[in-house]
């Protein structure tokens, strides 16, 4: 297999391996492996029970947890900005969930993973382009047809139960803050509209570095 195509640990586990605390007292292991970008076949996307029988494939970026919560699959990040990324470059690392239309995306956690996410410190898979699960705002009224733009939902700050969701853009009222950092499209064969809050549903996403 490629360079890209090997990935070095499983999707739907981490770099210190499910269930354990990161050992960073002689610093974070895997620093070689931060934002590498890795290309993968689809698999069935856990989180949302759809099976995916395409020929497509998924971009995945590695990820450092920099942020200070266990990080939940499905759930929308951004990349570590400011203090959270002092001496590290962009696209290696992120401090939490996007909760504001200025936040730069980095991806959704890996759908694949248990629903106790990632710990601090620990590497993990984020999907940067192509399919996955995302999930819909935990409170509103909203539609979300099939092939539907969506776009980040709002919430409290990066670290909030509120944060990390994906709702359709809002297309009367939208801003050129969201049309730059729109998510991608729900999924051509949604069975149905999403109209219930907390719903995993699938979605294809692109969601470039700059």
Not at 46 to 53: A, E, Q, V
Not at 141 to 157: K, N, R, V
Request: hydrophobic share 40%; net charge neutral; aromatic share 6%.
């Amino acid at each position: 297999m490629g360079r890209t195509e090997s990935l070095p640990f499983d999707r739907g586990t981490t770099f210190y391996g499910l269930g354990n605390t990161p050992d960073l007292s002689l610093g974070a292991g895997g620093i070689n492996l931060e934002g590498r970008i890795h290309l993968a076949e689809v698999q069935n996307r856990k989180l949302g029970s759809k099976n995916d029988t395409s020929g497509r494939f998924v971009t995945l970026r590695v990820a450092r947890n920099r942020s200070a919560i266990n990080l939940l699959p499905g759930r929308l990040v951004r990349h570590a900005i400011g203090t959270p990324a002092a001496g590290y470059p962009l696209g290696t690392g992120t401090d939490g969930y996007v909760y504001q239309t200025t936040d730069p995306i980095f991806g959704v956690v890996d759908d694949q993973l248990p629903a106790a996410g990632v710990p601090p410190g620990d590497l993990f898979y984020v999907v940067i382009d192509g399919p996955t699960t995302v999930i819909s705002p935990t409170t509103g009224s909203f539609t979300i047809a099939a092939g539907a733009i969506l776009a980040a939902a709002t919430g409290t700050s990066a670290v909030s139960a509120d944060a990390g969701f994906v709702s359709v853009l809002n297309t009367s009222s939208t801003t050129v803050a969201q049309l730059e950092t729109r998510v991608g499209r729900a999924e051509a064969n949604l069975a149905a509209s999403v109209t219930a809050v907390s719903t995993p549903y699938q979605a294809v996403v692109h969601c470039p570095l700059v």
